[in-house]
């Protein structure tokens, strides 16, 4: 496998890859065959696993842990290690899905609300002709399901899995499931069926490239402004982690 080079934010690892990169990863664990799990880390992320230890230990376990964020950006040439670029979930997806169609691997969606799985793979094999994608299912993360939803996956004999149950919840349910599952990529991807279903708009590219996604969604769906405070959070402490290693930096060179 390809060694790959990480950084940590707020103790949270984070790697440097860009998205040509990690596409290329995934095909190498497809190659593999063994499970391995991808994790998509943003500013939530990295604010989640400063109070949740077994999400901490979730992200840190990944095989692969994609820098999902504006935030994330930032925050790495404020830190002094600087990652190349921002690699998303919901942006991923449709690559995946495009290199898929040509390789031949076979997808399963899991989760998001009932019918929007079904409607993101009709679009998704509209736009990449002979995708194959052998498996759509609700369901949900209640540990009463685990059983029946990994039957569903194991019997479907996916090359990469994609779980919607939004975070943590998708990336404790995949850590937990990961080896009785047995796909080569296990990716939790957020909202990205509600996107490509047209179920939820996407911000304008603009604020996406802004970092103002956040602010489109806050727009459209205020009942999240408590996960949203994560945001003010993560930039302060983020700051404050910088000018304490300028800091000791500084100490040092005396």
Excluded at 18 to 28: F, H, K, N, S, Y
Excluded at 34 to 55: G, I, L, S
Excluded at 212 to 239: K, T
């Amino acid at each position: 496998m390809t060694a790959v080079d990480s950084v940590r934010i707020l103790g949270v690892r984070v790697d440097d890859v860009t998205v040509d990169q990690a596409l290329r990863i995934m095909e190498g664990y497809v190659a593999d065959g063994r499970p391995h799990h991808v994790v998509t880390v943003n500013p939530e992320f990295v604010m989640q696993a400063q109070r949740d230890a077994r999400f901490r230990v979730v992200l840190d376990e990944a095989d692969l842990a994609l820098p999902d964020g504006v935030g994330l950006i930032w925050a790495s040439r404020v830190l002094g290690r600087p990652l190349r670029e921002r690699v998303t979930g919901s942006d991923g997806l449709p690559r995946i899905a495009r290199r898929s169609a040509e390789q031949g691997y076979r997808l399963f969606l899991l989760g998001a609300a009932p019918g929007v799985a079904e409607r993101a793979a009709e679009i998704l094999r509209r736009e990449n002709p002979g995708l194959r994608i052998v498996g759509t299912y609700p369901g949900s993360p209640d540990p009463a399901e685990e059983d029946d939803l990994v039957a569903r996956v194991v019997e479907a004999r996916p090359d990469c899995l994609f779980v919607a149950y939004g975070a943590p919840r998708q990336d404790l349910w995949i850590h937990r499931n990961l080896h009785r599952l047995g796909v080569p990529v296990c990716m939790g991807v957020g909202g990205a069926f509600d996107y490509i279903a047209g179920v939820a708009p996407r911000a304008p590219e603009w604020m996406r490239d802004r970092g103002l996604e956040w602010l489109y969604r806050l727009a459209r769906q205020p009942w999240r402004w408590r996960r949203m405070l994560a945001l003010p959070q993560f930039v302060l402490r983020v700051l404050w982690e910088g000018r304490r290693q300028r800091t000791t930096a500084d100490r040092k060179r005396e």
